[in-house]
Nanobody
Framework: QAILVESGGGLVQPGGSLRLSCSAS????????MAWYRQAPGKQRELVAA???????NYADSLKDRFTISRDNAKNTVYLQMNSLKPEDTAVYYC???????????WGQGTQVTVSS
C-alpha cells in the first residue's frame, strides 16, 4: 500500500505563492502518473494538474497560467508551484498516484490551502 504525504499548505494572502510537495513511499514512484486535485467546501474534487511518468503535463484550463507541476523521481516527490493565488484557490489539495496497467490508485490525506487577506 502506497503512502502519499502532502506538505506545504497554509494561509497565504491573495497574490502570494505556495509550493506543495507530495512525498511517496512504498511504490515504484517513477512509473506512476502523479496528479494534484483539490476540493473546496461544498464542491466536487477537481483535477488541478497531472504529470506522467515520462514528464508530460496536463492542467485545468483555468489554472495552467499560474500553477506548475513537476516531479523529482530521485526524491519520490511531486510538486505543485502555485503563483498569483486567489481566494477561489482555497481548498484542500490532494496528491494522487495512478498506474493504469495495474489498476493502482492512491491518495494522500490532503493539505489545506487558504487564500485570504
Amino acid at each position: 500500500q502506497a503512502i502519499l504525504v502532502e506538505s506545504g499548505g497554509g494561509l497565504v494572502q491573495p497574490g502570494g505563492s505556495l509550493r506543495l510537495s507530495c512525498s511517496a513511499s512504498r511504490i515504484f514512484f517513477s512509473i506512476y502518473a502523479m496528479a494534484w486535485y483539490r476540493q473546496a467546501p461544498g464542491k466536487q474534487r477537481e483535477l488541478v494538474a497531472a504529470i506522467t511518468s515520462g514528464g508530460g503535463t496536463n492542467y485545468a484550463d483555468s489554472l495552467k497560467d499560474r500553477f506548475t507541476i513537476s516531479r523529482d523521481n530521485a526524491k519520490n516527490t511531486v510538486y505543485l508551484q502555485m503563483n498569483s493565488l486567489k481566494p477561489e484557490d482555497t481548498a484542500v489539495y490532494y496528491c494522487n498516484a495512478e498506474r493504469v496497467l495495474t489498476h493502482s490508485n492512491y491518495w494522500g490525506q490532503g493539505t489545506q490551502v487558504t487564500v485570504s487577506s
